[in-house]
C-alpha cells in the first residue's frame, strides 16, 4: 500500500479511539504538513465558562520511536554472579 502523503499546508484530524482509557486524552489527533514541515496535532473539544463550545489545538514534532539495538549490560557496570537473593 502506498503511504499517503499531506499536501503542504493542510492536514487531517480523526477521532481519538483511545480517549475512553484516558479523560486528558485528545478528542481528536492528526497530521498536517505546515511549510513542509510534517507535525502532529491533537484537539480537545472544550467548553467556555459560559458554556460556548470551541476547539484547543496543540502541534507537535512527529513521534518516532526509539527502535535501538541496545545489548544486555550497555550502560550497566557487570558485578558478577555474587547475588544476594
Do not use: H, Q
Amino acid at each position: 500500500m502506498e503511504k499517503f502523503e499531506i499536501k503542504e499546508n493542510t492536514g487531517s484530524m480523526f477521532k481519538n479511539d483511545y480517549k475512553k482509557d484516558n479523560e486528558k486524552a485528545p478528542d481528536y489527533k492528526g497530521k498536517c504538513n505546515v511549510d513542509g514541515t510534517e507535525k502532529e496535532m491533537a484537539m480537545w473539544v472544550s467548553k467556555t465558562k459560559d458554556g460556548k463550545p470551541y476547539f484547543s489545538v496543540r502541534f507537535s514534532e512527529v513521534w518516532v520511536s526509539d527502535d535501538r539495538d541496545v545489548s544486555p549490560g550497555d550502560g550497566v557496570e557487570d558485578k558478577g554472579d555474587d547475588l544476594p537473593f
